[in-house]
């Protein structure tokens, strides 16, 4: 069967082999969009979130079918030019260490902004996990927020 997904103001028409295919695939191996990761699988560690109608969903366990009619951001479609609030506060803090936890992380800081959060509160809301234990940085460049 073919879907028709919206991803960062895009139409993709893409053949998928089951309406139950995790968004995840879709995104990355379908569309080629590769900024959104793979970590657990399970919805625990936030590696694979990403926008739908402005709230953060973990595409790893959303189903494709789920998405279709919705608007879908990535990563690569927070800004074009690393403009968006939490890019420029995370390259102020030199946030990454290995990267792979960040574009997850990066779309929960963005939707909890769109959410109207500041600061702290969105240090509380964001529970994405960094394997490489970059939190004392995500809290400072989230402190400018
Ligand atoms: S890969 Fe989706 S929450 Fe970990
Ligand atoms: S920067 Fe390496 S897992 Fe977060």
Avoid at 8 to 37: A, E, F, H, Q
Avoid at 63 to 70: C, F, H, I, K, P
Avoid at 93 to 108: A, I, K, T, Y
């Amino acid at each position: 069967m073919n879907v028709t997904l919206n991803v960062n103001n895009v139409d993709y028409t893409v053949p998928v082999s089951d309406g139950s295919m995790p968004l995840l695939w879709v995104i990355r191996d379908l569309i080629g969009l590769t900024g959104t990761k793979y970590g657990c699988g399970i919805e625990v560690c936030g590696a694979c979130t990403v926008m739908v109608d402005g709230q953060p969903e973990h595409s790893c366990v959303m189903d494709v079918t789920s998405a279709v009619g919705r608007k879908i951001t990535t990563i690569e479609g927070l800004s074009s030019d690393r403009s968006h609030p939490a890019q420029k506060a995370w390259i102020d803090q030199q946030v990454p260490q290995c990267g792979f936890c960040q574009p997850g992380m990066l779309m929960s800081v963005a939707c909890a902004i769109k959410a109207g959060r500041h600061g702290n509160e969105i240090v509380n809301e964001v529970k994405n996990l960094c394997v490489c234990g970059t939190y004392s940085r995500i809290r400072k460049a989230c402190s400018k927020l």
